[in-house]
């Protein structure tokens, strides 16, 4: 606890400190992936719907495996918090963990969301991002996390005292629900940690906390992903807007975001296919 007295150091303290950091998954370790396939892909696609998810709401949509979708900026700053799941078997759902430890807490171009055990294989691939230029910044700070969790009415209860029922998790729930023509606590089960689309956050150099700030997102940027199997997706418009004060309220300024669907000339798509689940025997050494 944070307010219990400090141990004193050992006296190798030092040493212990200053053994080397080891990257755990290096790029070298993944599957290969064709940058060259995923650029022809996206030469010459044609778009073939549109959705806008209101502010402090939330909206489903499908995309097939080998078409495109992006979530726009269209109003004004404002961040997303998206769910994926296998349309066909929503227990293969987003991993924002594993996500994390192979590629880093914030994802853009390049970058893939992998899917849970037992299946661990890409969901989507990150094909454009007009925000990747933002990089780090003083605070430490980067765009497209996948460390932050999702506000919630649990945690807003716990922490302020008072019920929320806009926050990014309800939002989610409510619309799996509605999609999927299931009773909210079936629904809320399904709902997973998530990718935050647009939000700037990182962790504090001193006390290692998480935080967050104005999102650099203005009308006209967008993030792409190709979608590697079968998709079923959640986008909530978050009720922080642009996260720059806080989130879980009806005071921040809140914009609508678009999801656009695309779909690339068949010829581009030729001796394509999805990514296989993994093929662990699952044992468990038994």
């Not at 806080?246 to 609508?256: I, Q, T, W, Y």
């Not at 001796?271 to 025997?281: E, I, L, Q, T, V």
Request: with cysteine; aromatic share 10%.
């Amino acid at each position: 606890m944070r307010n219990q007295p400090e141990t004193a150091p050992p006296p190798d303290a030092a040493a212990r400190r200053s053994a080397r950091p080891v990257v755990v998954y290096t790029g070298d370790q993944l599957p290969p992936q064709d940058g060259s396939f995923y650029r022809n892909a996206r030469s010459g696609m044609t778009r073939t719907s549109e959705l806008i998810v209101p502010p402090r709401d939330a909206r489903t949509f499908h995309v097939p495996a080998g078409h495109f979708f992006r979530i726009v900026s269209i109003e004004g700053p404002q961040v997303g918090d998206l769910n994926l799941w296998n349309a066909h078997d929503l227990s293969e759902r987003f991993f924002s963990g594993k996500t994390r430890a192979i590629h880093a807490t914030h994802v853009t171009t390049g970058d893939r969301l992998w899917s849970t055990p037992p299946y661990l294989r890409p969901m989507a691939t990150i094909t454009c991002d007009t925000l990747d230029w933002y990089g780090w910044d003083a605070d430490g700070g980067g765009v497209h996390d996948v460390i932050g969790t999702r506000c919630d009415p649990y945690t807003n209860l716990l922490l302020r005292g008072s019920e929320y029922h806009h926050c990014c998790h309800s939002n989610l729930t409510r619309a799996l629900a509605a999609q999927q023509k299931i009773q909210l606590s079936e629904a809320e089960q399904h709902v997973h940690d998530v990718l935050n689309v647009f939000m700037c956050t990182g962790f504090t150099p001193d006390t290692h906390q998480y935080f967050m700030k104005a999102s650099p997102v203005r009308p006209g940027d967008f993030i792409e992903f190709f979608a590697e199997i079968d998709l079923l997706a959640a986008l909530s418009a978050c009720p922080g807007g642009d996260c720059g004060t806080g989130h879980s309220s009806d005071v921040a300024a809140c914009h609508p975001l678009l999801v656009e669907t695309y779909r690339p000339r068949p010829e581009a798509l030729e001796g394509w296919r999805s990514p296989a689940a993994s093929g662990y025997s699952r044992s468990h050494g038994t």
